[in-house]
């Protein structure tokens, strides 16, 4: 008797939380990885959607879809109300990095050390991460909005290609 009255107040207590799926839930911990985007499926058209650090993570939303988008390492929340006001969820957001393919490589002495981050699968290729040193930004970064032009047609292939990135 006692156990039915137990698994009767559990399934009461789960009832009352608003469900989501995505294999999260209200007031748990939720992992991105860096670059990469986890969609949640809320009960209702959220109303309103929170984020603590949008530089950590920021969300879109497409009717009842919360999508959560990993932008630089770190922890930040994500608090989700509906239409009324009412709190649908709320989450601790971990952005990491966790891909095996993941190295980064730090060179110098000293005070002077600067990563570089590459993903190797099934090569090495470089790769920019928050912490990565500065001067290399730049030319990674010339090279990713070459390759976009490229893809969205702005630029034809006839185009001088970006140096690369050392």
Known sequence: MKNILLHFALLAGLAVVPFLSGHALADQALDVEI???RMLTVQANPGAVIVGNPSIADVSLHLDKVFVHGRSF?????IILDQKGEPIGQFD?????TAESA???YEGTGAVV???SYTCWPL????MQVGDGFERFDGIIKGN??????????E????KAPAAPQ
């Open 93 to 97: 957001i971990m952005v990491k990095h």
């Open 145 to 154: 909005m070459a390759k976009t032009k490229f893809a969205t047609g702005e």
């Open 114 to 116: 600067m990563r570089r």
């Open 124 to 127: 090495c290729e470089a790769d």
């Open 74 to 78: 770190g922890q930040t929340n994500l």
């Open 156 to 159: 034809s292939s006839e185009a």
């Open 103 to 105: 190295v980064a490589v």
């Open 35 to 37: 670059d990469s985007s």
